[in-house]
């Protein structure tokens, strides 16, 4: 039974699929469940956010509404949950923070890069597999 979960999200549809399927996987034992969702702001994506909405303060909110969408749905089904955003390169930092934190599952969404890419770039998911110390859950 897994008790203390990380997701790590970004907003796309594929990790909100995260969020259902890790609802779906605790349905029977939400009442004992802690989540933490982990937003990791990458270095590029912290500079387009900033341009385009104008300031850093704009897109911080607009983290925060983001990671306040995701927190309440959680809560709405029962779970108990915390937000964290960190900053940095989104593989490293996961895996980091999942490993110092000692989770019983770590939840990703797959992006679904063709095969071209996930050869040559890697994936977020692909290293959290290979790294994280803890069961991964990949959701496509």
């Known amino acids: ?30 009442e004992e469940v802690s989540i933490d969702l982990l937003y990791v702001v990458a270095g590029e994506m912290s500079k387009s956010d900033i341009l385009r909405y104008g300031d850093s303060d704009t897109a911080s909110l607009k983290r925060k509404k983001l990671m306040n ?3 309440e749905y959680l809560k709405s089904e029962g779970i108990t949950v915390e937000s964290i955003v960190l900053h940095g390169d989104p593989a490293p930092t996961i895996i980091e923070h999942a490993n110092d934190n000692n989770y019983d599952c770590v939840v990703v969404g797959s992006r679904g890069k063709n095969q071209l890419q996930t050869m040559v ?13 803890a069961p991964v859950l990949v959701v496509k």
Not at 4 to 28: C, F, N, Y
Not at 121 to 133: E, F, I, Q, T
């Open 69 to 71: 969408d995701n927190e």
């Open 121 to 133: 770039l890697g994936s977020v998911s692909h290293k959290a597999v290979k790294y994280v110390n």
């Open 1 to 30: 039974m897994f008790k203390r979960i990380l997701i790590a999200t970004d907003g796309s549809e594929h990790s909100k699929r995260s969020l259902d399927k890790t609802i779906e996987m605790v349905s029977v034992y939400k």
